[in-house]
């Protein structure tokens, strides 16, 4: 079976600039999940989906992050416009319910020069 | 609200020695514990777990026992090898089942 596939696995861009992170959950699997990981710390929950629905967007910088989950299958978070303090590893999650083990994709590691 | 502390790294050990690494907590009410594991280039995966107080969660020769009077949840393993090399994070799932994680710790095995 395959697991959590996130694209690309690095970007390097201008601040400034638009990125856009893809990613595709576990087949099946109803909860997805966004963190953001800085260097030498843990992840951090950006946004939870259940199925197409946006449940806990809280820590989700709105102003300048944005995700989607059509059909409740792939996701693709943006960020509009990158700043410096953007750099870090941006990881993709799916688990079959929310009370159910998280499969972690590799991840996405943005650089904003 | 809900913490989790872990020791920092990098742990350097030699191949067969024996192996800590500490984590503590703070919740309300009674969160489960996880160890999930990074191993270079690789993603997050989930090592072991425990859903209440002194249960011991093991997989691949780690083990960790929910220890509620102490709030802790630290990871041993016996004898460690150099594939064991990798970073460590302890997390807690909350009432809300977000999981809240440590900063990590690296683990260096040396042959």
């Known amino acids: 079976e395959a697991g959590v596939v996130q694209s690309p696995r690095y970007k390097i861009i201008e601040k400034k600039q638009p990125v856009a992170f893809w990613c595709n959950p576990i087949?099946?699997?109803?909860?997805l999940y966004w963190y953001r990981q800085n260097l030498g710390q843990g992840p951090e929950l950006l946004i939870r989906?259940?199925?197409?629905?946006?449940?806990?967007d809280s820590q989700l910088p709105k102003d300048r992050f944005s995700a989607e989950r059509l059909k409740g299958v792939d996701s693709t978070l943006k960020i509009q416009p990158a700043e410096l303090g953007d750099s870090a590893v941006y990881l993709c999650?799916?688990?079959?319910?929310?009370?159910?083990?998280?499969?972690f994709g590799p991840g996405t590691r943005l650089t904003v020069l | 609200g809900d913490s989790v502390t872990q020791m920092e790294g990098p742990v350097t050990l030699s191949e067969e020695a024996f192996l800590t690494i500490n984590c503590t907590y703070t919740a309300t009410g009674y969160p489960s514990l996880f160890w999930y594991v990074q191993y270079p280039g690789e993603g997050l995966q989930l090592l072991l777990k425990?859903?209440?107080a002194d249960d011991k969660g093991s997989n691949k020769g780690f083990e960790a026992t929910y220890r509620k009077e102490t709030t802790s949840f630290h990871l041993e393993k016996g004898s460690v090898q150099v594939s064991d090399s990798a970073v460590y994070f302890c997390a807690l799932r909350d009432s809300n089942y977000q999981l809240i994680w440590g900063a990590g710790t690296k683990l260096i095995i040396k042959p």
């Open positions: 087949s099946g699997h109803n909860t």
């Open positions: 999650a799916s688990s079959l319910e929310l009370d159910n083990e998280q499969f």
């Open positions: 989906y259940e199925n197409e629905e946006a449940v806990d």
């Open positions: 425990a859903t209440k």
